[in-house]
């Protein structure tokens, strides 16, 4: 016996079924429009994340124990335990504020209001607050690189800028080591690294991307009206005006030459001045207490900076291995060319010389190391090495300032030499890399046009600037510490020694 569905009930089956064939195939198309959506994503690859986190901890290295140890031998050993624990305390203090607001200030999208003074938005110096205490950050979250279509984690990025927020206010206590209160040291690093190196990281290093930029020249290049061609074009140029000032500009740095080391040097001489001499300088203060220490501090320095600047491509290519062959050879170079002056000069090269050029080498080589070519890197060492030695050993005792480890002579000197410089070495017939452009050929790096008095003249501009924002900001930071607390020890903690005074322990009980 056959069983039938009467002729309503069949209509009613019948739209069912056909309802069923038409939601399953909506579904299928989802899946397939996320499946697609997912291909499309750029993914994060094992190597450069690999390579970036190994950065971020040579970088960290630089700074304990390698800044820590190269500044300490340098002091008095009555000083050493105080030099160690201010570099150490600096990158806990420095590294807690990055991640509630220091990341979010540096490397967001900031406000649109005015500038009346330069004629900018908020958003060319200072990010928004879209990462506050790390907010909306996991470990899927991806920032790109300076490759289209490529991505590494966010937090790698967080961590790799993390460790030069920490290194760079540790840097400037070499100008006024010996004579700091520790809990003024303290309170201006935290001013100082909200008010002047974060808008001076967002300054240089914020902008939208290669990938947003590809993204509306292609919209760009597909509008086919006037009207949709000027629509496009206005978003264009938005997306490229979404950048730190100095990004805009056209300045280049590739891994900190203003940022880092100008802005630090300048930091470090205007405190110096601010704090006065050491007592009894010159005379009656002695030598480094541990040039063989110092060493040990700098050939830290020289392979953590392999990170600093080879990590500063943010990937691991071909770029990478330009910086880390650049970052080598100028330094060599330096180290060469102090060592010869200083033989040529006072009959012996010293110890001290031959590590002082290296760390002048390092400096000068980091905002040229991935735009330069090799030669021009070994050019640019030898030249800095020999400058570099000129304001340390004749402008200082010219002007009579108490620079003591030399933090402007090597960090704000050799920074200037080398900011400028890039914009010379960056050329393609000297071997550089040249200027790229991400909107010529909407979804690469083109080649753009190179003139090279025009890149001085914007790495001058970058220079001028950092000196006076850093300058005249450092120096009401400074004023304002001292006004509320006193920067400087008393008469009898200095001759006595930091170590004891400020920490109640000796580098050495012998």
């Not at 190391?369 to 030695?389: D, E, H, K, N, R």
């Amino acid at each position: 016996m056959k069983f039938a569905f009467p002729p309503p009930l069949r209509a009613v089956g019948l739209g069912l079924l056909l309802a069923g064939a038409a939601a399953g195939a909506a579904l299928a198309q989802d899946a397939a429009l996320a499946k697609d959506a997912v291909a499309a994503a750029p993914v994060p690859q094992k190597g450069d994340v690999a390579w970036m986190l190994t950065s971020a901890a040579l970088v960290l290295f630089m700074s304990v124990p390698g800044l820590a140890l190269f500044y300490g031998g340098l002091v008095r050993s009555k000083n050493m335990v105080s030099v160690l624990s201010q570099v150490f305390a600096i990158v806990a203090l420095v590294a807690v504020i990055w991640v509630v607001y220091g990341y979010s200030f540096a490397f967001t999208e900031g406000g649109s209001g005015a500038v009346p003074v330069l004629g900018a938005n908020w958003n060319a110096f200072v990010g928004g607050f879209d990462r506050l205490f790390l907010k909306g950050v996991d470990a899927n979250s991806t920032v790109g690189t300076f490759s289209n279509g490529v991505v590494i984690p966010e937090l790698v990025f967080i961590a790799f800028q993390m460790t030069f927020a920490c290194i760079t206010p540790a840097l400037i206590i070499g100008s006024f080591a010996e004579r700091i209160k520790f809990s003024s040291l303290l309170v201006f690093t935290f001013l100082w690294v909200t008010l002047i190196y974060f808008p001076m990281a967002h300054a240089v290093w914020y902008w939208a991307g290669p990938d947003a930029v590809a993204e509306a020249a292609k919209a760009l290049a597909a509008a086919t009206t006037e009207a949709a061609k000027a629509e496009a074009q206005a978003h264009l140029d938005a997306v490229n005006a979404n950048a730190g000032y100095l990004f805009q500009l056209g300045a280049l740095d590739f891994a900190g030459g203003t940022v880092v080391h100008i802005n630090a040097g300048i930091a470090g001489l205007v405190g110096a001045l601010v704090i006065g001499k050491r007592i009894g300088f010159p005379r009656e203060v002695g030598p480094p207490h541990s040039v063989t220490m110092s060493m040990i501090g700098a050939a830290i320095l020289w392979v953590g900076w392999f990170g600093f600047n080879a990590g500063s491509a943010l990937e691991a290519t071909g770029a990478t291995a330009l910086a880390f062959v650049n970052t080598f050879v100028a330094t060599a170079a330096a180290t060469l060319s102090w060592a010869f002056v200083e033989w040529a000069v006072r009959g012996k090269p010293s110890l001290l010389g031959i590590i002082s050029g290296a760390v002048a080498g390092l400096v000068a080589i980091t905002p040229a190391a991935g735009f330069a070519g090799p030669m021009g890197s070994v050019v640019l060492g030898f030249v800095v090495g020999a400058i570099c030695f000129f304001f340390v050993d004749y402008v200082k005792k010219w002007f009579g300032y108490d620079d003591s480890l030399d933090v402007f002579g090597v960090h704000c000197v050799g920074g200037i030499v080398g900011a400028i410089a890039t914009g010379v070495l960056v050329a393609p017939s000297l071997g550089g890399v040249g200027l790229v452009d991400y909107s010529l050929v909407p979804g690469t790096a083109a080649p753009a046009e190179y003139v090279m008095s025009a890149q001085v003249l914007k790495q001058f501009k970058a220079v001028a600037f950092t000196l006076i924002f850093s300058g005249v900001g450092s120096f009401i930071l400074y004023k304002l510490v001292d006004l509320v607390f006193g920067l400087r020890v008393s008469k009898e903690a200095e001759m006595e020694g930091l170590d004891i005074t400020s920490h109640g322990e000796r580098a050495y009980n012998m």
